[in-house]
């Protein structure tokens, strides 16, 4: 299977590549890091070094590519809101981190992928997506606009046979969240999430969210009325 990664030198992205790598996939995998893209290509992928933030680098790299079967769109990056400074530069860094390089990556890859007999579009949004988070209004903002943006291709593409699923991650030990300051509740390993994610595409799963412990616990907070979330997030944020 031809299968491309981006974000694919760093956390959750670079274990997808080399356990795809070890199933026998064929890999292309995208980055900007030289020195995590060299390894990869030592065991066997195909690199791009490419900053998605650039449109026009992005399309001319994607162009290259002759098929897709597999295009996973992880790369992304958090930052988070300390108020009482309302710093609107970083909202647009995360949204456009987040948010634009997907869509890059998207148009970019769409080509690729209607030259596979079973084509398969995974976006990879946030746990955090599924409400309000004390500090994550940049990062929850990008990453409720990924899920928007993935779950509208779900319908769009059906017609032309595209499988798209979104990717619900909770807290996952990698370089972004070793930056956390607080308690990750439920926290799993890099290798987990790949597992976790391999698994979910290939039973062609919607949307696949894990770990449920905590997914599940997020998915049912966000039916509580608002009202009663302002009492616990407050609660949160005094931990
Ligand atoms: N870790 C978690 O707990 C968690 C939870 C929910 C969702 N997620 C999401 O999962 C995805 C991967 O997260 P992670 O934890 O694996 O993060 P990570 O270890 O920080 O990796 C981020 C990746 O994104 C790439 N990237 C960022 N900006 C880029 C740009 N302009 N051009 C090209 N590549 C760029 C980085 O490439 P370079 O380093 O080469 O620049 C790196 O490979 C993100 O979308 C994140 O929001 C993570």
């Known amino acids: ?27 292309w995998a ?11 290509q030592t065991r066997g992928a195909q ?53 634009e390089t997907m869509a890059h990556c998207i148009e970019g890859v769409l080509p690729a992928l209607r030259r596979s007999d079973d084509p398969h579009l995974v976006g990879i949004g946030s746990a955090a997506a599924y409400l309000p988070l004390p500090r ?25 046979g595209i499988a798209v699923s979104l990717v619900c991650p909770g ?5 972004l969240t070793d930056r956390n300051d607080f308690p990750m509740p439920f926290l799993v390993s890099a290798e987990q999430a790949s597992r976790a994610i391999r698994d979910g595409i290939a039973a062609k799963k919607a949307e696949i969210h894990f770990p449920k412990r905590f997914t599940l ?11 009663i979330w302002l009492r616990l997030a407050q609660r949160m944020r005094k931990r």
């Open 1 to 27: 299977m031809k299968t491309l990664i981006t974000g694919a030198t760093s956390g959750i992205g670079r274990q997808l590549a080399i356990d795809y790598l070890a199933a026998g996939h064929q890999v």
């Open 30 to 40: 995208v980055g900007r890091n030289q020195q995590q893209l060299q390894e990869l």
């Open 47 to 99: 690199v791009g070094a490419v900053d998605l933030l650039d449109r026009q680098a992005t399309l001319a790299w994607f162009a290259t590519l002759e098929r897709i079967d597999l295009a996973i769109l992880s790369a992304g990056s958090c930052e988070y809101v300390d108020l009482p400074a309302f710093d609107s530069a970083l909202l647009t860094r995360v949204m456009r981190i987040n948010v």
């Open 136 to 160: 994550a209004e940049a990062y929850g903002a990008s990453k409720a606009a990924v899920a928007y943006l993935i779950e509208t291709l779900r319908l769009t593409l059906f017609a032309e």
């Open 171 to 175: 807290f996952v030990k990698t370089p």
């Open 217 to 227: 616990l997020m998915k049912a907070a966000s039916l509580l009325p608002r009202s």
